[in-house]
């Protein structure tokens, strides 16, 4: 059996919540999963994210959420000086999207920390 951190575990989970929300809601999702298994292009589909930017030489990745939130937000993946560095950026759209913003705020730790370690 494959060993697991409890971050990635936790991040899996509350990821698949989060797929099951935006449905609910009318989003696209977790259904759409991955455009290509083995690259990411510019316009790819990744879950409920589009691929804005994907430059393996450089070291960059930038994804755009394209779930249905209060707001807009990117991910971005980006190695600098042999670390990995990852910045999420949420632009809130009016009271209900800080309102968002503040209640999924506890959980970024978890989702995010959980990535980290999936990707390494």
Not at 21 to 43: A, S
Not at 57 to 84: I, T
Request: some cysteine; glycine content about 12%; charged content about 25%.
């Amino acid at each position: 059996m494959e060993y697991r951190g409890l971050g990635e575990v936790c991040c899996k989970f509350l990821w698949k919540i989060r797929g099951y929300r935006d449905k609910l809601f009318g989003g696209v999702g977790l259904r759409r999963g991955r455009t290509n298994d083995t690259k990411l292009e510019t316009g790819a589909a990744l879950d409920f994210w589009r691929v804005l930017y994907a430059n393996k030489s450089v070291g960059r990745l930038l994804l755009f959420a394209e779930m249905k939130l209060p707001g807009e937000a990117w991910l971005e993946f980006e190695f600098k000086e042999n670390k990995l560095i990852q910045t999420a950026t949420f632009r809130p759209h009016g009271i209900l999207g800080r309102l968002y913003w503040y209640a999924v705020l506890p959980f970024h730790g978890i989702v995010f920390n959980g990535m980290i370690e999936t990707v390494h």
